[in-house]
Nanobody, 129 residues
Framework: DVQLQASGGGLVQAGGSLRLSCAASGFTFDDYYAISWFRQAPGKEREGVSCISSNDGSILYADSVKGRFTISSDNAKNTVYLLMNSLKPEDTAVYYC?????????????????????WGKGTQVTVSS
């Protein structure tokens, strides 16, 4: 069965960096996947942060993290990473990774946020001011 394990969260000062990892099992990165990072801050709705799709390597970022966050994948390790630079207090949240193993086409690329089939447990990221 598909499992996703997020790790790498922690406490960091504003302006600092963290790298989150999403280790996937139960499927191989040789097949199609779309793996996304989401976050949910206290009292706020969950939001999509970034997504990487294997069919064409397409990458999606939320406007709030463009230029600061970088998503990447290591097929040999079945792992997707989220490098977060220039962190801000408003980045504080529980970060989750999620996956879809079904290729879908979307008119709006951001529609992919609503089609994740598998979810991992979150990792807490806290950015102090």
């Amino acid at each position: 069965d598909v499992q996703l394990q997020a790790s790498g969260g922690g406490l960091v000062q504003a302006g600092g960096s963290l790298r989150l990892s999403c280790a996937a099992s139960g499927f191989t990165f040789d097949d199609y996947y779309a793996i996304s990072w989401f976050r949910q801050a206290p009292g706020k709705e969950r939001e999509g942060v970034s997504c990487i799709s294997s069919n064409d390597g397409s990458i999606l970022y939320a406007d709030s993290v463009k230029g600061r966050f970088t998503i990447s994948s290591d097929n040999a390790k079945n792992t997707v990473y989220l490098l977060m630079n220039s962190l801000k207090p408003e980045d504080t949240a529980v970060y989750y990774c999620a996956a879809s193993l079904v290729f879908r086409k979307f008119r709006d690329p951001e529609d992919i946020w609503g089609w994740m089939d598998y979810w991992g447990k979150g990792t807490q990221v806290t950015v102090s001011s």
